[in-house]
């Protein structure tokens, strides 16, 4: 997965989001959004930025309805924040990378 997000779906998130030991930051997403399109280059430099640190993904809410419900995702694109299997913060819409990247920061300690 070198320096590329992981491609989170209903069938592997929990094993690879909910259980890992990693912070991970989830981007729910689909085709259509034109902001989800906005960020995504910026997600793709966030995985380069915090691989083997954080786990960096996107989850296509279209082709994963049933994680997107369970999470109450009704806006797209939304950033979730996951340490320790709890989701610990959220970030609705575009925001710049470094303000993405604080967020992330202050749960990696």
Request: hydrophobic fraction near 45%; include cysteine; glycine fraction near 8%.
């Amino acid at each position: 997965m070198s320096g590329k997000y992981f491609a989170a779906t209903d069938q592997n998130f929990r094993t690879e989001i909910v259980e890992s030991d990693k912070v991970a930051l989830v981007d729910f997403w689909a085709t259509w959004c034109g902001p989800c399109m906005m960020l995504g280059p910026v997600i793709d430099e966030l995985a380069n930025d915090y691989e083997g640190k954080a786990v960096i993904a996107k989850l296509n809410v279209d082709e994963n309805p049933g994680i997107a419900a369970k999470y109450g995702i009704r806006s797209i694109p939304s950033l979730l924040l996951f340490k320790n299997g709890q989701v610990v913060d959220q970030i609705l819409g575009v925001l710049p990378k470094n303000q993405i990247s604080k967020k992330i920061d202050e749960l990696i300690v």
